[in-house]
C-alpha cells in the first residue's frame, strides 16, 4: 500500500481540505467538545471530564497522521473559502 503524503491538500471552488496544524487545535477542541456538534458520538466528547484538553487534540492528531504514514487513514480540516 502506498503512503499517503501528510502534507497532501485538495483544493476547491468552497473549501479546501488540509491536514490538521497546530493553528487549527484550539477549534477542534471546541468542536470535539462541543455536545451538539457530538450529540451522535458522546463517547468521544469527554463531557463528563469536561470536553477535551488540548494534549489530547494533539495526540489524536498524531495518532492520525501515523495512520496517514501507515496509508490507513486519510484526516483533513475542511476549510470553507471566503466568498466574494
Not at 501528510?6 to 479546501?16: A, I, M, Q, S, T
Not at 489530547?56 to 476549510?79: A, M, P, S, Y
Request: with cysteine; hydrophobic share 30%; aromatic share 6%.
Amino acid at each position: 500500500m502506498s503512503k499517503i503524503r501528510l502534507n497532501l491538500e485538495l483544493h476547491g471552488k468552497w473549501v479546501d481540505l488540509k491536514p490538521p496544524r497546530e493553528e487549527d487545535y484550539p477549534a477542534l477542541q471546541k468542536i470535539l467538545s462541543d455536545s451538539k456538534t457530538m450529540a451522535g458520538l458522546k463517547y468521544m466528547a469527554h463531557l463528563e471530564k469536561g470536553g477535551w484538553t488540548l494534549e489530547q487534540v494533539r495526540e489524536r492528531c498524531e495518532q492520525q497522521k501515523e495512520g496517514q504514514n501507515k496509508g490507513t487513514d486519510l484526516h483533513f480540516i475542511v476549510h470553507l473559502k471566503k466568498m466574494g
